[in-house]
């Protein structure tokens, strides 16, 4: 229930501000983050779903906004409220040079529910990014919980 309450909290100029970050993130402004992410935006702000902005950038195809994100710090292994990692959302949407840009930037592929390695055999694209999952640099080192 608090987290209900926290954004009542919020001035609605905050909260104006943030619906503005996540539709610039959904549409690949990324002339505004260029502004807003040296000036102090939290590269790992997310929206009342737990979508981050660099799972919107990535969800919606937009490459270079990725790669701007994972500059600034944005965490490549954040998944959404739902379990989702941003490379799981890349894949669903069939999003190559975001994939990429995920790989690159440390994204862990057995990561989150269901993981990109699973939607790679749901999606049927194992043909095509098997390899490259499996040779991944951040494969396998996605902080999960621990259960000990």
């Known amino acids: 229930m608090a987290s209900e309450s926290a954004p009542a909290s919020l001035p609605p100029e905050a909260i104006e501000f ?34 981050s902005l660099l799972m919107l950038a990535a969800y919606h ?7 701007l994100l994972i500059q600034h710090g944005a965490d490549t292994n ?14 669903f949407k069939k999003e190559d040079s975001v994939i990429e840009a995920l790989l690159e930037g440390g994204a862990d592929p057995e990561h989150g529910s ?17 390899d490259k999952f499996k040779s991944a640099p951040g494969r396998g080192k996605a902080t999960k919980p621990t259960s000990e």
Not at 61 to 67: M, N, P, S
């Open 18 to 51: 943030a619906g503005r970050m996540y539709n610039a993130a959904r549409t690949g402004e990324i002339d505004i983050f260029q502004q807003a992410l040296p000036a102090g935006l939290p590269p790992n702000m997310t929206n009342e779903k737990g979508d």
């Open 61 to 67: 195809g937009h490459a270079d906004l990725v790669k």
């Open 78 to 91: 954040r998944i959404n409220d739902r379990g989702q990692s941003p490379l799981a959302g890349a894949i």
């Open 114 to 130: 269901p993981s990109a390695l699973v939607c790679l055999a749901m999606f049927q694209q194992e043909d095509k990014w098997g």
